[in-house]
């Protein structure tokens, strides 16, 4: 349906929250940790998408990885999809390999699940759903 957001893998999370806020006149409206996952995330909009910042909580965290590989940079783009468990079987009955065969729970409340970078031309891609009883 749209962009729902881009992520950013960052070493900093305050010294990039600053950058975007000073330099862009952004405004984090939100830092959440996400154990399950390894990361603290922080929220700008920006439009009718997001940037999320992606800072590692673990040096074995898939962020952290990403950054010791590649530095840091575009972690993830997240398309905002109606009927993601659809998507999924869609996508995957296309040869397309998945890191989630199911959603689950994500920042900011939202369904989500991966697609694998080897599959989508070296991009990593995330789908995300807000169910109608999710506020944001
Ligand atoms: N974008 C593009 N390519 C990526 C990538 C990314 N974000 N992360 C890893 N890769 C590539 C690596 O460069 C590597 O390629 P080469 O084999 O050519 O070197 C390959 O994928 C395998 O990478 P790896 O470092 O060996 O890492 P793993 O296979 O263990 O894990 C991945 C890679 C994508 C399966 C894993 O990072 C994952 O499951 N990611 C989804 C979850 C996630 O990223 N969570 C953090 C964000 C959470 C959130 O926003 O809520």
Redesign the pocket.
């Given at each position: 349906m749209k962009i729902e957001h881009i992520?950013i893998a960052v070493k900093d999370l305050n010294e990039s929250i600053k950058f975007y806020e000073d330099i862009f006149g952004l405004k984090c409206y939100a830092i959440e940790k996400?154990e399950e996952?390894k990361?603290t995330?922080a929220f700008f909009q920006i439009g009718d998408t997001k940037i999320?910042l992606?800072e590692s909580t673990d040096t074995d965290g898939?962020?952290a990885?990403?950054i010791e590989?590649?530095g840091e940079g575009i972690?993830?783009i997240a398309f905002a999809v109606k009927n993601i468990e659809e998507k999924l079987e869609e996508i995957g009955s296309k040869g397309i390999k998945l890191?989630d065969s199911k959603s689950r729970k994500?920042?900011e409340n939202l369904e989500?699940a991966?697609l694998?970078?080897?599959s989508t031309h070296?991009?990593?891609i995330?789908l995300c759903e807000k169910k109608n009883n999710q506020k944001k």
């Open positions: 992520a996400i996952q990361v995330t999320e992606l898939p962020v990885k990403f590989k590649k972690h993830h890191i994500g920042a989500i991966f694998h970078p080897k070296g991009v990593l995330e």
